[in-house]
């Protein structure tokens, strides 16, 4: 079982950068891949980004890319996910997810844990 706290959302400007974190508790946490999703408002929960276990492999949603990079502490059982330049588009509910098998990091079926979601707001 793992359980999956995110913080570091809030209110920025358009333009601006937020990272936010995600802090696991279980001792496999670093044999798991890691994601972030988002859901807007009225949207379906999408892609973010991804990380495998050792951060050898990233990926990354092709609206987000070259903006925002995944990376990983496993030492202290935490992700983060550093957001840039910021658009009113990336307004949503960021969603951290563990992933055990390390396979299909861009779907969210495959992700067996979840955690509660922060808020980002990007003001235009």
């Known amino acids: 079982q793992v359980q999956l706290v995110e913080s570091g959302g809030g209110l920025v400007q358009a333009g601006g950068s937020l990272r936010l974190s995600c802090e696991a508790s279980?001792?496999?946490?670093?044999?798991?891949?890691m994601g972030w999703f988002r859901q807007a408002p009225g949207k379906e929960r999408e892609f973010v980004a991804a990380i495998s276990w050792s951060a050898s492999y990233t990926a990354y949603a092709d609206s987000v890319k070259g903006r925002f990079t995944i990376s990983r502490d496993n030492a202290t059982n935490t992700v983060y996910l550093q957001m840039r330049n910021l658009k009113p588009e990336d307004t949503a509910v960021y969603y951290c997810?563990?992933?055990?098998?390390?396979?299909?990091?861009?779907?969210?079926?495959?992700?067996?844990?979840w955690g509660q979601g922060t808020q980002v707001t990007v003001s235009s």
């Open positions: 997810a563990a992933n055990p098998s390390q396979r299909g990091v861009g779907r969210r079926l495959n992700y067996d844990y």
């Open positions: 279980g001792r496999t946490f670093s044999s798991y891949a």
